[in-house]
């Protein structure tokens, strides 16, 4: 696992990028590369890489070239069908230096040119320069699992695995976006190429970019296609065909040359990882959990001692407190670098600080909900779709009058569902972290500034949903996963997952989110994984027999981490203190009046939990990355919030 960053000046002219300028960019990456650091500058291209060393310790430094280095490449993350793919070349007649996976990339670059990525399995990001068609390669894996962003003006291109490297170079800019800011208060993450950065963009899984000729463009390789394939096969059948596919793929994923450990929730996938990696490496491995102090906060500990008892690992725990949460806030924004409502991720961080003591590679069980229909949203949304079939011109009326009832109940459940019961499922499902029942959705008009509301343009969040679901087969659960697989998966969880372990210098494997796992999934039959009110169900057939009965009957939970009641008890004076101070509210986005009556709701009844959390990560962005910014890029970690009494 890497740091990639780099500039090209796009006319023909000399115009040579300078050392200093790459370096800069590298400093601000340390985090993800400690073990070394490389440079290559050529005329008007220039490559840089942090190396966290995995595979080939001793020779697989970068950036790294073909054998007259005509063609260099600077990569992050895994492929893990390389040895194939070395065999491969060899036999072609190519000359291999080292063992690495690094190396196969230019070497296949020459055999296929830019179409060989869709070779490589695994997670990637990688920058490939052809000197000798003075043609620069963008590339991201299929997913996303690992980042890719770029600036492109006038003058030149400028990319890297973080915005941080971006910003390094002096002449990038740095503007908010405003559209892209109203759509983070609608998804609570930024869904597709959007930064909140004006001229910053990723580049979106399953695509790779290219320069030629000062000429820029963007083509996907690779998208999830719900084939239908398998859509005769028998559970039985899908049952054998999981097992055998997960085994080889959790093998694949174990390959390393630094000790590999695995992140334990209690859950289903975690537990299932274990079970194969531990026949796989043939002795005891480290496993890792974390819980959280106070005695209203829920525990996974538990479980995930049960688990790692059956498979006999080297369990170790970590806890955290309020304090430890709101401590971490300005670490969690610095290595995010853009504002996403995942308070998990600072659970993430403090266990991948424990587990950096003892290894440097984790698996986990990321990927199993998205790929085989694990989250009640999905069965409860199903059902909601069946139930309008049935009730045909009465679901609008009915949709009023449920949500009439919710309000007079104040039930949670009403409230969220009654809304969808009006309305075509494309026009509500935007992805898992929305629906019309969401806070900012309701009250945007009351919530925001009539100043920002006049420089943003509500073209319509329906309107990104309905593109994503265009071509997709009528089949609601089908629907559902492909639009997380594009929205939810890469652009929050992904970001969540790199974020926080690279800020450890860890490297995160996901094998359920390997491109074979999820076209499998994929070309399944939807009953195979939602059956009645079963989810996941082929999956938990296939795991009957690994995953002790204890965890795969439990209730889904997620990961608890207990913000909600932190927000409402000790972090309540904190979260007033950042949102009602003077300088967020001189941004212009809010009314005042309607912010403290957000927070005076929410410490009432803890309803809106998500709409705090997700506005102090959105001000503490911009104390990071625009405050910040006036004086120099942010390049060193933030101090900690200090909260009263704590």
């Not at 008007?44 to 060393?53: A, D, E, P, Q, S």
């Not at 003058?155 to 973080?162: I, P, Q, T």
């Not at 600080?353 to 409860?380: I, M, P, Q, W």
């Not at 403290?596 to 990560?617: D, G, P, Q, V």
């Amino acid at each position: 696992m890497c740091g990639i960053c780099g500039k090209l000046f796009l006319d023909a002219a000399p115009h040579p990028v300078e050392r200093e300028c790459v370096e800069r960019m590298m400093g601000t990456m340390h985090h993800r590369g400690p073990d070394e650091e490389g440079v290559y500058v050529s005329g008007n291209v220039g490559l840089g890489h942090n190396r966290l060393r995995i595979i080939d310790l001793k020779s697989g430094a970068q950036p790294m070239a073909n054998e007259d280095e005509t063609i260099w490449v600077v990569y992050n993350g895994e492929i893990y069908n390389y040895k194939e793919l070395r065999a491969f070349l060899l036999g072609r007649g190519h000359h291999l230096r080292t063992t690495s996976d690094t190396e196969v990339i230019v070497h296949l670059y020459e055999e296929y040119g830019e179409e060989f990525v869709s070779k490589l399995q695994g997670m990637f990001s990688f920058a490939l320069w052809d000197e000798k068609n003075r043609a620069l390669l963008l590339a991201r894996d299929r997913v996303g699992i690992k980042p890719m962003y770029y600036c492109l003006t006038d003058e030149a291109l400028v990319f890297g695995s973080e915005i941080k490297a971006i910003l390094a170079d002096s002449s990038g800019p740095c503007e908010v976006e405003p559209l892209a800011l109203d759509r983070f208060l609608t998804f609570q993450f930024l869904p597709g190429e959007q930064t909140l950065f004006k001229h910053i963009l990723k580049l979106n899984p399953g695509h790779y970019l290219t320069v030629r000729n000062g000429i820029v463009n963007v083509k996907r390789y690779w998208d999830l296609q719900f084939s239908g394939a398998r859509q005769n096969q028998s559970a039985d059948e899908s049952v054998q065909e999981l097992s055998e596919l997960l085994a080889q793929t959790v093998r694949d994923h174990m390959i390393s040359d630094v000790p590999v450990g695995i992140l334990l929730s209690g859950g289903v996938d975690s537990t299932a990882v274990l079970s194969y990696a531990v026949e796989i490496a043939g002795d005891a491995l480290s496993t890792f959990t974390i819980g959280f102090s106070g005695d209203l906060c829920p525990d996974e500990r538990a479980g995930a001692r049960v688990v790692a008892t059956k498979f006999g690992s080297k369990h170790y725990e970590t806890t955290i407190t309020a304090a430890d949460f709101a401590d971490c806030l300005p670490k969690y924004v610095w290595h995010m670098e853009e504002p996403v409502c995942e308070p998990p991720a600072i659970a993430l961080y403090y266990i991948t600080k424990l587990a950096r003591e003892h290894v440097t590679v984790l698996l986990s069980g990321e990927g199993g909900d998205e790929a085989f229909a694990g989250y009640n949203t999905y069965r409860n949304l199903v059902w909601l779709e069946r139930l309008k079939a049935g009730l045909g011109p009465l679901a609008q009326p009915l949709s009023k009058a449920f949500g009439a009832l919710g309000n007079l109940t104040g039930s949670r459940l009403l409230s969220r569902y009654a809304p969808m019961l009006g309305r075509p499922l494309e026009k509500y499902y935007y992805s898992r972290a929305s629906s019309p029942a969401d806070f900012f959705n309701q009250n945007r008009s009351d919530l925001c500034s009539k100043d920002f509301l006049n420089r943003v343009r509500r073209n319509g969040d329906g309107e990104f949903s309905e593109h994503l679901f265009a071509g997709l087969p009528s089949d609601t659960l089908q629907r559902l996963l492909y639009v997380d697989t594009k929205t939810w998966l890469p652009d929050d969880l992904l970001i969540k997952a790199d974020r926080m372990t690279m800020a450890n210098s860890v490297e995160l494997r996901v094998p359920f989110l390997d491109h074979r796992v999820l076209e499998f999934a994929a070309s399944l039959p939807a009953s195979h994984k939602l059956h009645c009110f079963q989810t996941k169900y082929v999956l938990k057939r296939a795991l009957a027999s690994r995953v002790p009965k204890e965890i795969l009957d439990r209730p889904k939970t997620g990961f608890p981490v207990p913000y909600e009641t932190w927000l409402q008890r000790e972090l309540r004076s904190f979260a007033w203190d950042i949102l009602t101070d003077s300088r967020t509210m001189g941004r212009g986005y809010f009314e005042p009046r309607a912010i403290e009556r957000l927070l005076r709701e929410n410490s009432a009844s803890n309803n809106h939990s998500k709409e705090i959390f997700s506005l102090i990560t959105l001000e503490l962005w911009h104390r990071t990355f625009l405050d910040d910014r006036k004086t120099d890029v942010p390049r060193a970690m933030p101090d900690p919030v200090r909260l009263a009494g704590c």
